[in-house]
């Protein structure tokens, strides 16, 4: 039956022109949508899922969480797929791939490498994360088209060749984006950032993935991800007054920690669920990437009905209904762990400084901040990001700037405002809210990433001097936001960072305390007060979306062999079919190293299209155990001691192989494959830690290297910076075997240890031939 073609235009939404959706004649009984998004080919069959969840639950015998579903219901062969959470690797067919700017360079240049001339899956480019904040909106998003445009013009000429849509820069993040034009119940989404996540407000499966990951997907190869755990949230309660959804999300951070949620899809359910709108949903799935979680979810109910509603996706919102028992968890599904939280008993937290799982309710964080000798003045306070840019979020923010205004009061700390797309920046300046918050002292930034990740000419402290700021973002890494490692960064709810920003000291109750207004009276702030969502229909701004063509064989793609932006990919070497022998230890990291440790960001996001020229910057914020400095290390050839690059490169020129030491969680952060791609292209063979975050591992893969961890924690001690590390076994290697590491001391000594790891049959492949990539190239 041939499938009826639905078309409508939403009310002063040009730029939502060309939403299609395919329905059979059938609709109510068939419900199979296809669903176009400005990019042919989208389609989402929950038909097609529900057969396969039956097919699942049937061989499993057992009722199966939200998660499952939707993951089982995405499976390549349900029928013959091996499932057991925790153990199994399990060959996917996702929907589709969302890509920001940054990540989007190496997704297409390894894309172009591959050969192939279409993408086979809808895919998005989304330009928010070279935008870097300056002087306000306007002047920071010309610039940023006048600095990029190298750039831009090859991501727009790359997606408009290959098929994939573009979203120009100013018109937002990509989690926001997605969220408003992509995600929905049920749906398997992948993106190259840690966020993705976000979707899960929208009951989808949207997991953050490193570039070449991307590029198996938009290649129609099944996509492979170890059998996720399920860690089931249960809510009870009611949201109210001060707390907020950003709230249950530091909380079960600091339950879980960065690495608690490792290898797990955390899955919030209960009665509590209803209490917390569709976009705070959104934040506390987005923030689930702090707890290194896959992803996490919500199950479909009346608020995100709404919210589908209004974003001009009801036909969607109808098809879930009738597939609605799809999108909620089973009666007496079981969960690997099980957290418990009241909302009514919930009080407002935050969390910092410096890693984002230390939390504190807000009520003491004066308190701990005297004692601990933090900074207890509040320079700047930071709202919007990915994570807490919703129109209800400005709105309670508003509320609180509006009762300071009415008192006279303006903020005591500097105040940006980010908003999350051009469609919450035009709907909160025609709504008032705009006005409201740069009256109050307030500078609004590009819709962008921003200061969130790095990209923020600060001014008003020098590195190195010792400050606070409180944001509404989602992570706060050492030096994260303005590159200064003296900067105490605190992350919390737009409102609470308002209230602080106000009063301008973290020793500040919004619950408790007063505020004083110039004419010296006390007042205390009501408890913030926002829609949900607008009374009026969104207005969408600016339209800021190209489509692909239907026919590209004329556009050409050009990079520059001198651009010191782009460059073109040349295949890594194949293994040679030997062990490892006599690797030198370029670093032994000490404690905590993120992706913005190995591969950092703020100013380097300019080279992120030109592997050599950003390899500069690898592992330069990772600290040295052997003189506890960054940058540093000595280089065994010379004696001498250099920056960490430099080592990697003089051992790379002189053909010696080396290897890289780590401690807990290595690589937790950003998905940016950069932290792959660096050490891989310097010449490094290996990461050995005690353990790895999930997508640095599975990209440390994807690239040809080897991510071992230690059999036992402890032997971590014994290797030193001048050792010479052999790795055996590989000849033989096999999933679940352990390889083994000779350690050649200087003195003479050896040491021999056992190596884990975590290869499958097909990764094993990618290792010996070079890597995914060059895996791709032999099969086709």
Avoid at 164 to 184: D, M, R, T
Avoid at 499 to 513: C, K, S, V
Avoid at 628 to 635: I, L, M, R
Wanted: charged letters at 20%.
């Amino acid at each position: 039956m041939v499938p009826q073609q639905i078309l409508w235009t939403t009310t002063k939404k040009k730029r939502f022109y060309g939403r299609r959706f395919h329905v059979s004649a059938a609709f109510s009984a068939k419900a199979k949508v296809a669903m176009s998004r400005f990019e042919p080919g989208s389609s989402v069959n929950y038909e097609k899922m529900h057969e396969n969840i039956n097919i699942v639950r049937k061989r499993l015998n057992r009722p199966l969480t939200l998660s499952e579903k939707i993951v089982y219901g995405h499976l390549d062969n349900p029928a013959g797929q091996e499932i057991e959470r925790g153990r199994t690797y399990l060959r996917l067919r996702p929907d589709r791939v969302a890509m920001q700017d940054a990540t989007a360079q190496m997704a297409m240049l390894q894309f172009i490498s591959s050969g192939l001339p279409k993408v086979a899956v809808p895919s998005t480019i989304h330009c928010d994360h070279l935008i870097e904040a300056q002087i306000g909106a306007a002047q920071d998003l010309q610039r940023a088209k006048d600095v990029n445009q190298e750039v831009y013009n090859f991501l727009a000429t790359a997606a408009a060749k290959y098929g994939v849509g573009f979203w120009k820069p100013g018109s937002g993040i990509i989690h926001q984006i997605v969220l408003e034009n992509y995600a929905y119940p049920g749906v398997m989404l992948i993106g190259t950032d840690s966020h993705t996540p976000n979707g899960g407000g929208l009951g989808s499966i949207s997991i953050g993935v490193g570039g070449a990951d991307a590029v198996d997907v938009m290649a129609g190869i099944p996509w492979e991800l170890k059998c996720p755990k399920v860690i089931g949230v249960r809510l009870t309660g009611t949201l109210s007054g001060w707390t907020s959804p950003k709230d249950v999300i530091l909380k079960v951070a600091g339950i879980l920690t960065v690495k608690g949620g490792t290898g797990a899809i955390v899955e919030y359910h209960g009665p509590g669920v209803d209490s917390v709108s569709c976009t705070g949903m959104a934040t506390i799935c987005n923030m689930g990437a702090e707890i290194g979680a896959t992803t996490s979810l919500f199950p479909y109910n009346h608020r995100m009905k709404t919210y589908m509603e209004k974003t001009g996706r009801g036909e969607i919102a109808a098809l879930a209904d009738q597939f609605k028992d799809d999108l909620v968890p089973d009666k007496g599904c079981e969960y690997d762990q099980l957290i418990e939280i009241n909302l009514s008993e919930l009080k407002p937290h935050i969390n910092g400084p410096f890693t984002p799982d230390l939390a504190h309710p807000v009520s003491d964080i004066g308190a701990i901040a005297k004692k601990s000798g933090w900074p207890l003045e509040v320079k700047v306070g930071l709202i919007g990001s990915c994570t807490n840019s919703s129109y209800e979020d400005m709105g309670r923010a508003a509320s609180l700037a509006k009762q300071a205004l009415d008192k006279g009061l303006k903020c005591k700390a500097q105040f940006t405002v980010t908003p999350g797309s051009e469609q919450i920046r035009a709907t909160i300046e025609r709504d008032g809210y705009t006005k409201i918050l740069s009256d109050v002292g307030g500078v609004v930034l590009a819709n962008a990433c921003g200061p969130c990740i790095g990209q923020w000419d600060r001014k008003d402290v020098k590195k190195g001097e010792k400050n606070t700021i409180v944001t509404s973002y989602n992570r706060n890494f050492t030096a994260r936001n303005d590159a200064n490692p003296a900067t105490h960064a605190f992350v919390t709810s737009p409102e609470i960072v308002t209230a602080l920003a106000l009063a301008g000291t973290l020793n500040f109750n919004p619950e408790t305390d007063y505020l004083t207004a110039p004419s010296g009276e006390k007042f205390k702030l009501e408890p913030p007060t926002g829609d949900e969502l607008p009374s009026r229909d969104f207005d969408p701004g600016q339209d800021t979306y190209q489509h692909p063509p239907t026919d590209s064989s004329s556009v050409k793609v050009n990079v520059n062999p001198s651009s010191n932006r782009l460059q073109l990919l040349e295949p890594f070497d194949k293994w040679h079919g030997k062990d490892l022998e006599d690797l030198r230890v370029l670093i032994k990291v000490k404690g905590k190293c993120t992706t913005d440790h190995i591969s950092a960001a703020g100013p380097w996001l300019k080279f992120r299209g030109h592997l050599d020229n950003i390899s500069n910057n690898l592992l330069i914020g990772a600290v040295n155990i052997e003189n506890d400095a960054v940058n540093k290390v000595k280089n065994q050839l010379t004696g001498e001691y250099e920056g960490v690059p430099d080592v990697a490169r003089h051992y790379k020129a002189n053909g010696v192989n080396w290897l890289v030491v780590g401690d807990e969680n290595y690589g937790e952060g950003s998905s940016r494959e950069h932290a792959a791609l660096e050490p891989r292209h310097l010449g490094g063979r290996a990461i050995i830690v005690k353990s790895f975050a999930r997508i640095h591992e599975t990209n440390l893969k994807k690239q040809g290297l080897l991510p071992l961890t230690f059999a036992d924690p402890s032997d971590y001690d014994k290797i030193h910076p001048d050792d010479k590390i052999s790795i055996t076994g590989l000849k033989s290697l096999s999933p679940g075997k352990p390889l083994t590491a000779v350690i050649k001391h200087s003195d003479g000594s050896q040491d021999r240890i056992s190596l884990n790891h975590t290869f499958n049959e097909t990764q094993i492949e990618w290792f010996q031939a070079g890597s995914a990539l060059n895996r791709m190239k032999e099969l086709q």
